[in-house]
């Protein structure tokens, strides 16, 4: 019995086939493993009269440096599913925290929602936390509480409100955000 199973070109294939389903299913676990570490950003946002939507995205990207002096910290996010971008500056950030946007202090910090990246050139396509609303009132307002920060990590939530150049509000609220630097 022992050598049928040993000559048998059956099992021979058998062995091999679950030998490379298994370097398969490896292979796209360490994928989906990448992605997931580069970062998450999730949220609810609305633009001027339109409703809430959930703002997901995988892409987001953290940057931290020095400028005029001081630690800089940057974090961008592009929509998976629509043009939407928020865009946020922090200065002074070298530890976990709460900081407000555009926040006391020499510099203050920028807090802005892109309704569409590919119309850059247009100026009401920009809300930012330091233009007033149609009323004339400066309103802008925004937060960031860093609930993680490492060398190669972080994670946090975030919620602004900001006007575009014809005072038009937008609104971010309840996002969560994670990334690798």
């Given at each position: 019995?022992?050598?049928?199973?040993?000559?048998?070109?059956?099992?021979?294939?058998?062995?091999?086939?679950?030998?490379?389903?298994?370097?398969?299913?490896?292979?796209?676990?360490?994928e989906?493993?990448?992605?997931?570490?580069?970062?998450?950003?999730?949220g609810?946002?609305?633009?001027?009269?339109?409703?809430?939507?959930?703002?997901?995205?995988?892409?987001?990207?953290v940057?931290?440096?020095?400028?005029?002096?001081?630690?800089?910290?940057?974090?961008?996010?592009?929509?998976?599913?629509s043009?939407e971008?928020?865009?946020?500056?922090?200065?002074?950030?070298?530890?976990?925290?709460?900081?407000?946007?555009?926040?006391?202090?020499?510099?203050?910090?920028?807090?802005?929602?892109?309704?569409?990246?590919?119309?850059?050139?247009?100026?009401?396509?920009?809300?930012q936390?330091?233009?007033?609303?149609?009323?004339?009132?400066?309103?802008?307002?925004?937060?960031?509480?860093?609930?993680?920060?490492?060398?190669?990590?972080?994670?946090?939530?975030?919620?602004?409100?900001?006007?575009?150049?014809?005072?038009?509000?937008?609104?971010?609220?309840?996002?969560?955000?994670?990334?690798?630097?």
């Amino acid at each position: 019995m022992k050598n049928t199973f040993k000559n048998n070109p059956l099992v021979f294939v058998c062995a091999l086939l679950l030998c490379v389903v298994t370097v398969i299913a490896f292979s796209k676990n360490l994928e989906v493993g990448k992605k997931m570490s580069r970062g998450f950003f999730s949220g609810k946002i609305s633009f001027g009269d339109s409703t809430n939507h959930k703002l997901y995205s995988d892409k987001v990207q953290v940057r931290r440096n020095s400028e005029r002096g001081v630690t800089v910290l940057t974090i961008v996010v592009t929509d998976n599913n629509s043009p939407e971008s928020v865009f946020v500056k922090l200065y002074n950030v070298t530890d976990k925290g709460t900081f407000f946007i555009p926040g006391e202090g020499d510099f203050q910090n920028v807090g802005n929602l892109i309704k569409d990246v590919n119309l850059f050139r247009e100026e009401t396509n920009f809300y930012q936390t330091t233009l007033a609303n149609d009323e004339g009132l400066k309103n802008g307002v925004g937060r960031v509480n860093i609930i993680k920060l490492s060398e190669d990590e972080i994670e946090g939530e975030l919620i602004i409100i900001a006007n575009n150049s014809d005072g038009k509000q937008a609104q971010l609220e309840s996002a969560r955000f994670k990334a690798k630097f």
